[in-house]
């Protein structure tokens, strides 16, 4: 039996993708604040009590999260929209992406902290189970997305 995959128009993908994009950022800039405000800054504060200057709140230190979110949310985006069109638009396949990015973006980033000695090991074990649930709601509302628009659907 010989199945084809609906392939929508441009518009639609175009539209699909921005959805993507707006519910990411929404999601990811909620989740980046209330998991660095609720448990990384706390943290930090205890691992390094009486430096101040760890987790401050500076508008340039706001900025530059600012530009990491952005950064995060065009990549991560990008990353699940491309792989899940090249993989499969399915469930199993959002969480797989979710899990490669969040190891390679996230665990990268604090074994490196933690490696450098500006957080402790705890640290892994308590943002990266975080990150990744993070990314995996990520990358089910690109899932989402997808198949609203009917991308990946048999016909």
Same mark, same amino acid.
């Given at each position: 039996?010989?199945?084809?995959?609906?392939?929508?128009?441009?518009?639609?993908?175009?539209?699909?993708?921005?959805?993507?994009?707006?519910?990411?950022?929404?999601?990811?800039?909620?989740?980046?604040?209330?998991?660095?405000?609720?448990?990384?800054?706390?943290?930090?504060?205890?691992?390094?009590?009486?430096?101040?200057?760890?987790?401050?709140?500076?508008?340039?230190?706001?900025?530059?999260?600012?530009?990491?979110? !952005?950064?995060?949310? *065009? =990549?991560?985006? &990008?990353?699940? $929209?491309?792989?899940?069109?090249?993989? /499969?638009? %399915?469930?199993?396949?959002?969480?797989?992406?979710? !899990?490669?990015?969040? *190891? =390679?973006?996230? &665990?990268?980033? $604090?074994?490196?902290?933690?490696?450098? /000695?500006? %957080?402790?090991?705890?640290?892994?074990?308590?943002?990266?189970?975080?990150?990744?649930?993070?990314?995996?709601?990520?990358?089910?509302?690109?899932?989402?997305?997808?198949?609203?628009?009917?991308?990946?659907?048999?016909?």
């Amino acid at each position: 039996m010989n199945q084809t995959i609906a392939r929508p128009n441009e518009d639609a993908l175009k539209t699909a993708f921005q959805h993507a994009l707006v519910a990411n950022f929404v999601w990811i800039n909620l989740s980046e604040t209330v998991r660095y405000f609720l448990m990384v800054k706390p943290m930090l504060h205890a691992a390094f009590p009486g430096q101040d200057h760890i987790a401050a709140v500076t508008p340039m230190i706001f900025a530059s999260w600012m530009v990491w979110d !952005t950064i995060l949310i *065009l =990549a991560a985006t &990008g990353f699940y $929209w491309m792989f899940l069109r090249q993989f /499969g638009v %399915a469930l199993e396949r959002a969480v797989l992406g979710a !899990t490669c990015f969040t *190891l =390679a973006v996230f &665990g990268l980033i $604090w074994l490196g902290v933690v490696n450098m /000695g500006l %957080a402790p090991a705890v640290f892994i074990w308590a943002a990266l189970p975080l990150a990744w649930l993070e990314q995996i709601v990520a990358a089910l509302l690109v899932l989402w997305t997808m198949r609203r628009a009917g991308i990946g659907r048999l016909e």
